[in-house]
């Protein structure tokens, strides 16, 4: 076997964002584009040599390609050992899990989470370090700066590994595991949540759950866990074969991707409970019968009952949210006595909180929910942990909502999603944005008072990092909020999401519509942004 070090120069356009290097399919598959960003990776991490790696991604297209590149470069460049996912898949929680279980260096995760797969569709690198948890800024910094230096990289000429079985192997020096990566995922669901409970419930034929993995990565965790180890009948997970284009579908769990889901739950003699999960696995929806619930409350309500799971018998230290999450955990904290944590969109900045001991549960409102068990936000486990609740209250989940809104009051609250629209007007409308809050503290709009506006900023309490501009906050003396943000997580020009959250303490004014509850500080949001100028649309994408 021989060591070929090829020539190369640099891209311009390898900087990872909030989740990594994520592209176009097309664009990774130019030569050396991979290569060069992996090669970027070893050379920037000290103590790579001889060391354990976790490889793995959620089964997209080029997906398999891409692992044995990566295994043959990690080969070249001295690597001690990799886990490998069986046939290549691992769930972005999976490798967390594995990379913890195995004390391992870190992780290379293929995958662009919710974004579509297949030829044309989007691929993506993430490194994971030794936590478990994505790459801190100074790693993915550097990263990036051996990217723009790069004039070489080294890679072994050798056949390709066989990934369809489990197996050692040997690739030159270096070891190679191909292990079932749902194992050991499993193992840790068992330590944390009451199965023989949750069992009773799923097989008592008295309850029903319909769990939708999206041709996603999920399904062979989804299968192993509610139809092999809690006894729900065959068939409770649908679309649980991973497939390299997704089946077709936008692999991103909400109301409007998941849409066979959606007409099961809101349909004739739907289900009790319902959940979809995302491209690598770490999303979630949770659906009653007829009945959506929010990320954000779905983080409450989970934090207002973590005692009755065993993994959090003992209590909560703290929970934290992004900033754009609704405000409804920060009142069961409140309630608790426990810090409610505020931070930047990105499940990194949680990892500090939980290394520290800090807090115990986080959530994102983009359908991410996770504890202190990994360093990433985890879809199934949150599902588990809502089964948990469910078993042990004998109670519907719309029924475990309202009771949880008449306690605590109701934060309404949506997301609208322009998707795809012209980066240079979209920008334009930030730079608009940041100057006029400036001066909004005390103003009025619309019968609404500015309490406070601001470009959010984020000082970590754990090792003091500053992160600016996270996204245009105002909020209102009445609790109400409007946030606009650009999603970092696209390939194709640029995602506005606006956000917009009234919070109502009256139990009679619970079963309004969303929309039309917030219709209000909706119309407030178009007009303060401009967002039919700078957009030209009259309508979001996608409405959460």
Known sequence: MTIRTIATTPFDDQKPGTSGLRKAVPVFQKPHYLENFIQSIFDSLDGVEGSTLVVGGDGRYYNRPAIQIILKMAAANNIGRILVGCAGIFSTPAASTVIRKYNALGGIILSASHNPGGPDGDFGVKYNVSNGGPAPEKVTDAIYDRTKAITEYKILEAADINLDRPGSFKL???????????????????????????????????????????????????????????????????????????????????????????????GDDAPDFGAASDGDGDRN???????????????????????????????????????????????????????????????????????AGKTTLCGEESFGTGSNHIREKDGLWAVLFWLNILAVKGESVEKIVRDHWQEYGRNFYSRHDYEEVE?????????????????????????????????????????????QKQGIRIGFTDGSRIIFRLSGT???????????????????????????????????AEEIAQIKKFTGRDQPTVIT
Not at 222 to 248: I, R, S
Not at 513 to 521: G, H, K, N, Y
């Open 285 to 355: 929806m949770i659906l009653g019968r007829n009945f959506f619930v929010t990320p954000s409350d779905s983080l409450a309500v989970l934090t207002a009952n973590a005692t009755l799971v065993p993994g959090y018998k003992d209590g909560l230290v703290g929970v934290a949210r992004s900033m754009p999450t609704s405000a409804a955990a920060d009142r069961v904290a409140e309630k608790l006595g426990i810090d409610c944590y505020e931070t930047p969109t990105g499940w990194k900045f949680f990892g500090n909180l939980l290394d």
């Open 172 to 266: 030159g020096t270096m070891d190679v595991e191909v292990l079932d990566s749902v194992v050991p995922y499993v193992e840790l669901m068992q330590t944390l949540f009451d199965f023989d409970k949750i069992k009773a419930l799923l097989s008592s034929g008295k309850f029903r759950m319909c769990m939708d993995s999206l041709h996603a990565v999920t399904g062979p965790y989804a299968h192993a866990l509610f139809e092999k180890h809690l006894g729900a009948p065959t068939g409770t997970v649908q679309n649980g074969t991973p497939l390299e284009d997704f089946g077709g579908g936008h692999p991103d769990p909400n109301l409007v991707y998941a849409h066979d889901l959606v007409e099961i739950m809101f």
């Open 423 to 467: 980066s240079g007007p979209a920008n334009e409308l930030m730079k608009l944005l940041r100057s006029m809050v400036q001066d909004m503290t005390g103003k009025s709009y619309g019968g609404y008072k500015v309490a406070y506006a601001d470009d959010f900023s984020y000082i970590d309490p754990v090792d003091g990092s500053i992160s």
């Open 490 to 524: 696209g390939t194709k020009g640029a995602t506005l999401r606006v956000y917009v959250e009234s919070y109502e303490p009256d139990a009679s004014k619970h079963n309004v519509d969303t929309q039309v509850a917030l219709s209000p500080l909706i119309q407030l």
